[in-house]
């Protein structure tokens, strides 16, 4: 808020700096404290942008108000500058935000060209006196931002420091408060009405944050977290203890394609789940596609490995218990898609030497895409009953991949 211009001026600077130097992030539950490298968004400022009470954004989420000022004259603070400043933080008080700060940019060559200036207080003091009451440190000086000098370079450090402390009280006050919120959603998981798709998207949002600040095991988590609930809803749905909101998961099986693992983030089968519109395979793959990706981030390339062939295990199970409908074969093509792009995915993170002295973690998933090789020979008549040949699994294996499918030797 305050001069947009003034603050497009140093804009650049401040994207380029508040990154740089990294910050102690403490936590409670006793968890450590992790060195972090804060980024920011800066968005000029509008009520509506306020969160509401039981707002669950937290990405998009305004955590620290910034108003911006230079005015070096008396006069011209009492008639305009000052009420501009009461309007803001009225507006904040309003929406009970606390998380606020003031810039006041001073520059030599403004004062040189006002007469009316510093009587008695500064315009700083002024400010600190009408809106900071115990909060002094609540208003910041940035001298002469633009020069290159001694002087300006510490007042950089100064204000750095201040806005990367507020940033991140903010940041973590609001983060444990969302997290709050998230656990009170899932207490409410044996309610009527509840609903597996809105929470997982409220605990992805978590997920994401931690991503965004590069903690990725705190991602993962988070996703594994999920994971576990839904196993569990399955497993008691096969027990007899069925949730109403499973029943969606249970419309029959009409896509086969297979894992999908080359992108970060599939907004088609998220918005799926966004919509409560998700079949199991389109959850399960998404699913495991963002588990994959925070997996490769933390160099564990293996572990997607022996996670993919528990899952795909664990799916085929999960259809049998939700009673899925599913097309004769079409769960064998699904498999044996989802390994070979599994395996390909783990070629493209590692080089060729730690490929082969780790076979040991792709052998189950090769066993069980030749399985899946030679039962769809069976069905489609590529394999006679005699028993297959490397011909017939050769021929079985090029059509296999005229439907989408790579060659495992050839990569076609």
């Not at 949730?243 to 983030?265: D, E, H, M, Y």
């Not at 079985?396 to 990569?411: Q, R």
Request: proline fraction near 3%.
């Amino acid at each position: 808020a305050g001069d947009q211009a003034l603050f497009s001026s140093v804009y650049s600077i401040l994207m380029q700096q508040l990154p740089r130097e990294p910050m102690e992030w403490r936590r409670s539950y006793g968890r450590p404290p992790k060195m972090i490298h804060l980024e920011a968004n800066f968005v000029q400022f509008k009520e509506e942008l306020i969160p509401k009470e039981g707002n669950r954004a937290l990405l998009t989420f305004p955590f620290l108000h910034l108003f911006w000022t230079d005015c070096c004259d008396t006069e011209v603070y009492k008639a305009t500058a000052k009420d501009e400043i009461t309007k803001w933080q009225n507006i904040l008080k309003a929406y009970s935000s606390s998380d606020w700060l003031i810039v006041v940019v001073e520059s030599d060559a403004k004062k040189k060209n006002k007469t009316n200036i510093l009587p008695r207080t500064s315009i700083v003091d002024k400010i600190r006196n009408d809106f900071c009451n115990k909060q002094s440190d609540r208003c910041v000086v940035l001298t002469d931002p633009l020069k290159d000098s001694s002087r300006t370079q510490e007042s950089w450090n100064a204000f750095f420091t201040k806005l990367r402390t507020l940033l991140l009280m903010s940041f973590t006050k609001n983060l444990g408060k969302f997290e709050d919120d998230m656990r009170t959603m899932r207490e409410k998981r044996t309610e009527a009405g509840w609903s597996f798709c809105e929470y997982f998207m409220v605990q992805e949002e978590l997920a994401f944050v931690f991503e965004m600040l590069q903690q990725f095991e705190d991602a993962l988590v988070q996703y594994d977290e999920l994971d576990a609930l839904f196993t569990q809803y399955v497993v008691n749905y096969g027990a007899g203890d069925g949730a109403n909101w499973l029943t969606s998961f249970c419309q029959p099986v009409r896509s086969w394609n297979g894992l999908v693992l080359r992108k970060p983030i599939d907004m088609e089968k998220r918005e799926l789940i966004q919509k409560n519109k998700a079949t199991l395979l389109d959850l399960r793959s998404y699913l495991f596609s963002r588990q994959c990706t925070l997996l490769v981030f933390l160099q564990r390339p293996w572990e997607v490995a022996q996670r993919a062939l528990e899952l795909l295990h664990n799916c085929v199970q999960e259809l049998k218990l939700l009673e899925v409908s599913v097309p004769g074969g079409a769960l064998d093509c699904w498999v044996f898609l989802s390994c070979l792009e599994v395996l390909q995915r783990i070629e493209g993170c590692c080089d060729q030497v730690q490929l082969e002295s780790n076979y040991c973690h792709t052998v189950g998933l090769w066993s069980y895409a030749t399985e899946k090789l030679q039962s769809l020979g069976y069905l489609c008549g590529l394999i006679s009953k005699r028993g297959p040949n490397s011909e017939e699994l050769n021929r079985t294996v090029d059509v296999l991949a005229g439907l989408g499918a790579e060659h495992p030797e050839t990569g076609k």
